[in-house]
């Protein structure tokens, strides 16, 4: 009988997550840091069994900031990069340029917001997704 070695264990998938991209009138952007990390991320989160991205994002924005997302999301793409609170992970991101209704508020796991220009240098630490792949996008998106 041949012994086999056991099969390397599968590399994980990247997370997946869906995020918000939301601006105020001086064209900033809107990042979060939750409790327990030094790094700003975008608003948003990982899906819910059935749900679609938009939904996703309703329900995120409204648990972590207390906002409505309005109708008219303008997709921006999927990125993916270093996952800054899942150390050694990769994370994927469908990005959307949203409108909301209401004040941002920290919430649930959101410690703090801070509202950056999408062009370095920020001044906050920013998450590699955001930095390197959803602020240049909404930068080349701009009219």
């Keep these: 009988m041949t012994e086999h070695a056991p099969a390397p264990a599968a590399e994980p998938g990247p997370i997946r997550t869906v995020a918000a991209v939301i601006r105020n009138a001086r064209g900033e952007i809107l990042l979060v840091r939750k409790q ?7 608003p948003g989160g990982k899906r819910e069994p059935g749900e679609d991205s938009l939904a996703t994002l309703g329900r995120e924005l409204a648990e972590e900031l207390g906002v409505r997302l309005l109708p008219g999301a303008q997709t921006l793409g999927e990125f993916e990069d270093s996952a800054v609170n899942e150390p050694g992970r ?14 941002p508020v920290p919430q649930a796991e959101i410690a703090e917001l801070a ?3 999408p062009r370095a240098p920020f001044p906050v630490p920013v998450a590699p997704l955001s930095a390197g792949h959803i602020m240049p996008a909404v930068v080349a998106a701009a009219p």
């Excluded at 327990?36 to 975008?42: E, L, N, R």
């Excluded at 990769?90 to 004040?103: N, Q, T």
């Design 36 to 42: 327990a990390s030094k790094v700003f991320i975008q």
């Design 90 to 103: 990769r994370v994927r991101a469908e990005a959307f340029l949203v409108e909301v209704e209401g004040e």
């Design 115 to 117: 509202w950056v220009a």
